[in-house]
């Protein structure tokens, strides 16, 4: 069984600090991906990361693929109020499992103005 | 707004009690998963299904079972509740084609269930 350890689980911060989330796994992904969830709501994509070692951007969000595979980060520059949810990382093992994700147990962030 | 629609939103049952969740993916999409999110934690695979079969499922036991319409809208149907099953159940559903694609799930807004 594939699993994925998130942390931290809960984070509450000023506006305007930076933050990062750490997704780790002793298994290999094929790819991973980063979901935003708010209440009410599913969650809804962020970014996906493929390649070993990969780096992404979207505006104040840099998502980071490890070299081999089984670890993740999300950093956050400049945190703003509207950043404010639940955020999960997604393993997809590919193969026979593929477009099956496992999911962390997530991290919700609270930005205070 | 992701195209995918679940319904119903809320529903309230009691222990032993059998609950129906439909899903309507985005047009286009062939193959639709459910899964199962309780509250504080990240969603769990239940099944998958592929062009109207099961393709894949989670750990998660039999009184689970679902259902793939040829329009490729969904059903998961859950038997004999328990208190545990209480949770958001959420669909999502991917594009047909697989060049480039890398899992990635557009999700619906998820169906609430307590049972009680």
């Known amino acids: 069984t594939q699993l994925l350890e998130q942390s931290p689980q809960f984070l509450s911060i000023q506006e305007g600090e930076n933050l990062t989330v750490y997704c780790n796994s002793s298994?290999?992904?094929?790819?991973l991906q980063w979901y935003r969830q708010e209440p009410g709501e599913g969650p809804v994509l962020l970014v996906t990361v493929v390649t070993g070692g990969e780096v992404k951007k979207l505006k104040r969000l840099t998502f980071q693929f490890g070299d081999a595979r089984k670890d993740s980060s999300l950093h956050i520059t400049a945190a703003q109020p509207g950043d404010t949810g639940l955020y999960l990382c997604a393993g997809d093992a590919g193969g026979t499992s593929y477009g099956k994700l496992t999911f962390g147990q997530g991290t919700i962030l609270t930005v205070h103005p | 707004e992701t195209g995918v629609t679940q319904s119903p939103t809320h529903l309230i049952k009691t222990r032993g009690q059998q609950v129906t969740l439909r899903c309507s993916s985005q047009?286009?999409?062939?193959?639709v998963s459910w899964y199962q999110q309780a509250l504080g934690q990240g969603p769990q695979f239940i099944f998958q299904y592929y062009r109207e079969e099961e393709n894949g499922r989670g750990n998660f036991p039999p009184r689970f079972s679902g259902l793939q319409f040829p329009n490729y809208s969904s059903e998961l149907n859950v038997n004999a509740l328990e208190l545990d099953d209480s949770a958001l159940y959420l669909c999502?559903?991917?594009?047909?084609?697989?060049?480039?694609?890398?899992?990635?799930?557009?999700f619906g807004e998820g169906s609430r269930l307590t049972v009680l």
């Open positions: 298994s290999v992904f094929s790819s």
């Open positions: 999502a559903s991917r594009p047909v084609t697989w060049t480039g694609n890398t899992g990635e799930l557009f």
């Open positions: 047009s286009g999409h062939n193959t």
